[in-house]
């Protein structure tokens, strides 16, 4: 038991140890990462909250979206939060099959209940998606 505590704290005595360890870290490393981006970025991606926007008179823009990004369509719509101005998408998701009938119940310059999922990212070009419309508030 001694020699195995040892072993922990004088390292790796061999060339062979030492790739072995490093093989090993390396390993654990790569999970790692890959485990966050999967998991973690689920918790991002999983993260709601109910927040009023008002939809600006900008245009929307419709993407169709290919390859890695799961294909389908994307509207972006401008939208004045408490916290700003933010660009949101309405997409179909995972459970969420109806952006079409989403992105038709919004007209310009009225303010809506929303729910939206996601984070804002500028780098990953990622943007909260709206996944429930509760209504508009009115004022």
């Known amino acids: 038991m001694l020699s195995k505590r040892l072993y922990l704290l004088r390292g790796p005595r061999t060339w062979s ?14 999970l790692a990462i890959i485990g966050g981006v999967i998991f973690g970025g689920c ?7 109910d927040i009023a926007i008002t939809l600006d008179d900008d245009e929307d823009t419709k993407y169709t979206l290919r390859g890695s990004d ?3 369509t994307q509207y972006r719509i401008n939208a004045t939060t408490d916290e700003g101005i933010e660009v949101f998408v309405i997409h179909d998701s995972w459970g969420q099959r109806n952006s079409a009938d989403l992105y038709r119940q919004l007209k310009r310059g009225k303010t809506y209940d929303v729910k939206v999922r996601g984070f804002r990212s500028g780098w990953m070009s990622r943007f909260r998606n709206i996944i429930q419309i509760y209504g508009e508030v009115k004022r």
């Open 17 to 30: 140890e030492a790739f072995t360890l490093i093989e090993t870290l390396v390993v654990i490393a790569v």
């Open 43 to 49: 918790g991002c991606l999983c993260r709601t909250a």
């Open 70 to 72: 799961g294909g389908g």
